[in-house]
């Protein structure tokens, strides 16, 4: 090898050297820290027909929303486990629900809120008459313990019809053996209140679902409370 090569090959040695150094001192690309996306909420489910607006009625009925009910409390026809006949129906206080049972062995079974703990009830009885659009008269217990329904007590008339008057558009009357409970199955403007315990003994539905019930149920149609499981069975 020639003095000349030998020279080159050295220099071509140390640059090398010296490239391997200054790499080493140089920091990696830096890679950008990128915040995670929020959780995007899944849609809400799609509103059935059933729930649609009912603009015919004698006060404007506006659609469900349904992001408010859960949909297992939505309106279906199940199979009738009731142990009931056809033509009766059956309040389900724990599970919030309420059915219909019809002769072809299935029954309807619709969303509900029910009675909060010291007004919930139970027994047989029967629904005595039913109305659209119903004043609502706060008996006089009711009154007692909210004195601001004075004006809507029995002696003041009610309050009149409206989707926001606490029967709202559909009222059944519920009699125990002749005599008036004072217990109602009626509609309800707020969606939220299905498949809770928020009323005052009532049996509250949606209104497209209480519509729906009122069209199906006669007067005189029987109705079986069932005891919540922690208390006793009213006679």
Not at 97 to 123: C, E, H, K, N, P
Request: glycine residues 6%; neutral net charge; charged residues 20%.
């Amino acid at each position: 090898m020639s003095f000349r090569n030998s020279a080159l090959s050295r220099r071509n040695l140390l640059l090398g050297l010296s490239t391997l150094a200054l790499s080493g001192c140089v920091s990696a690309p830096r890679t950008e820290m990128v915040a995670p996306s929020p959780a995007v909420a899944p849609p809400p489910p799609p509103r059935p027909m059933m729930y649609d607006a009912m603009p015919n009625e004698q006060f404007f009925v506006p659609a469900v929303d349904v992001s408010k009910v859960d949909p297992a409390f939505w309106r279906t026809e199940v199979p009738n486990t009731t142990n009931e006949p056809p033509g009766t129906l059956v309040v389900d206080t724990d599970a919030k629900y309420l059915y219909f049972t019809q002769a072809d062995g299935s029954a309807m079974r619709y969303g509900i809120g029910v009675g909060r703990d010291g007004f919930s009830w139970s027994g047989r009885a029967r629904v005595q008459y039913k109305r659209k659009w119903p004043k609502w008269t706060p008996p006089d217990e009711m009154v007692a313990r909210q004195p601001e329904l004075q004006p809507y007590s029995i002696a003041n008339g009610g309050m009149p019809p409206s989707l926001t008057n606490p029967l709202s558009s559909r009222a059944l009357y519920i009699f125990q053996d002749g005599e008036d409970t004072l217990y109602r199955i009626h509609g309800t403007h707020q969606e939220w209140s299905i498949g809770r315990a928020v009323s005052s003994g009532c049996i509250r539905m949606l209104n497209q679902d209480v519509a729906d019930l009122y069209d199906r149920v006669p007067d005189g149609t029987p109705i079986v409370v069932l005891p919540s499981r922690s208390t006793p069975m009213a006679v």
